[in-house]
Structure formats: structure tokens, C-alpha cells
């Protein structure tokens, strides 16, 4: 089973500010990486896949890197909705897919 | 539209059974993989079951002898029968569906259900 490790655990960012987040592979997943933002009481949303796609509908400001073992999401400018948990998930060898414990993106 | 609908949640104790349904409309479980992740209160993303497509199934290793998860085409809705439950197991438990493998490796997760909240509580 491969196990994603995200940090920080905890990122505290202003409004307006960029915010980065890591997503690492326990082994290679290629690009086989998605993203997911969840907010309390709410299902998570698929916001990227394949390491850098976009899904329908996300905004330009999120942008995802990386491939093999470091991965990266990026929020170019945060919006107050963006305040959320951000969860990765490997779709390379399954089953199990895999998810990283997460990052939540506070307010500072 | 794609709607997933979960339905069967409760609070059972220890040792009881559970049947989760997830009705779903806007598109075809019987041709698509489908999979139920279970979040724990507080605490991460936990992948749990898949059924594919061709009626192929796997379940994760806390659940394996414990959990079957199952489809009705004529429904076209999606079950989670939860035998032996433990307190571990207290979760809200979500029906999800893949990409569309023509568009990505099958994985990613773009509709979920709003989930059903199990406690397994004495």
C-alpha cells in the first residue's frame, strides 16, 4: 500500500496571500495524483487530477505540480471560500487509493 | 445532472448490521466503477470498497469479511452491507463515483454523495 504524506498539517495564510502545499509518495504514483478541498459538513471536491488538471469548474488560482514522489498544490492568491482541508490521493496502484491525512488552510 | 444519495445510517452497538444505500441518478452504476470512502469525526479520507464496472469487487483490509459492497442495476443504486461492526467503524460513510477513465486512470473522484453518518456505540 502506498502512503501519502502531506505538510504541514496546519497552514495559517492571510487573505490575498499564496499558499503551498506538499503531498508525498511513499513510492512513485508518476503523475497519477489528485487534490480534494473539504470544508466542515461538506463532501470533499475533486480540484485537480493528473497531478496538474484542473477538474471542471476550479478556479485558475489552484494549480497543481509535481510527479513521481513530491507533489505540490498552489494557491496563487487566497480567497476567503478557500479557507478548507486539502486532502491528496494516489490513483497509481490500487487498490487501496490512497489518501494524505491532509493540510488544513487557516486564516491567519 | 449526477446526484449520489446515501441513505441507512445510523447508531447500532458493537457486533450489529447495517445496510447503506446510495441512489444514484444522472448516469449508470452498472457501467461505471464505483466506490463508498468512509471519514472518520475529525479525522482523514478513507477509501473503503469498489465495485467495478464488470461486478469485479475489493474492499479495504480494516473492512475485508466484514463489509460486501453491491449494486442494483434496476435501481441503479449502490449498497454497503456492514456486518460485525466496531466502534472503529463509526465514520460518515460516502457513495462516490469515478472519472470517466476516458479522461483519467481510474481514480479520481468527481461526485460524492453528501454522506451518511454510522456510530457503532454501546
Known amino acids: 500500500e502506498i502512503v501519502m504524506t502531506q505538510s504541514p498539517a496546519t497552514l495559517s495564510v492571510s487573505p490575498g496571500e499564496r499558499a503551498t502545499l506538499s503531498c508525498r509518495a511513499s513510492?512513485?504514483?508518476?503523475?497519477?495524483l489528485a487534490w480534494y478541498q473539504q470544508k466542515p459538513g461538506q463532501a470533499p471536491r475533486l480540484l485537480i487530477y493528473g497531478a496538474s488538471t484542473r477538474a471542471t469548474g476550479i478556479a485558475a488560482r489552484f494549480s497543481g505540480s509535481g510527479s513521481g514522489t513530491e507533489f505540490t498544490l498552489t494557491i496563487s492568491s487566497l480567497q476567503s471560500e478557500d479557507f478548507a482541508v486539502y486532502y491528496c490521493?494516489?490513483?497509481?496502484?490500487?487498490?487501496?487509493?490512497?489518501f494524505g491525512q491532509g493540510t488544513k488552510v487557516e486564516i491567519k | 445532472e449526477v446526484q449520489l444519495v446515501e441513505s441507512g445510517g445510523g447508531l447500532v452497538q458493537p457486533g450489529e448490521s447495517l445496510r447503506l444505500s446510495c441512489a444514484a441518478s444522472?448516469?449508470?452504476?452498472?457501467?461505471?466503477?464505483m466506490s463508498w470512502v468512509r471519514q472518520a469525526p475529525g479525522k482523514g479520507l478513507e477509501w473503503v470498497s469498489v465495485i467495478y464496472s464488470g461486478g469485479i469487487t475489493y474492499s479495504a483490509v480494516s473492512v475485508k469479511g466484514r463489509f460486501t459492497i453491491s449494486r442494483d442495476n434496476s435501481k441503479n443504486t449502490l449498497y454497503l452491507q456492514m456486518n460485525s461492526l466496531r466502534a472503529d467503524d463509526t465514520a460518515v460513510y460516502y457513495c462516490a463515483k469515478y472519472l470517466d477513465p476516458r479522461i483519467a486512470a481510474t481514480g479520481p473522484i468527481d461526485f460524492w454523495g453528501q454522506g451518511t453518518l454510522v456510530t457503532v456505540s454501546s
Open positions: 444522472g448516469f449508470d452504476v452498472s457501467n461505471n466503477y
Open positions: 490521493q494516489q490513483y497509481n496502484n490500487w487498490p487501496p487509493w490512497t
Open positions: 513510492q512513485s504514483v508518476n503523475r497519477n
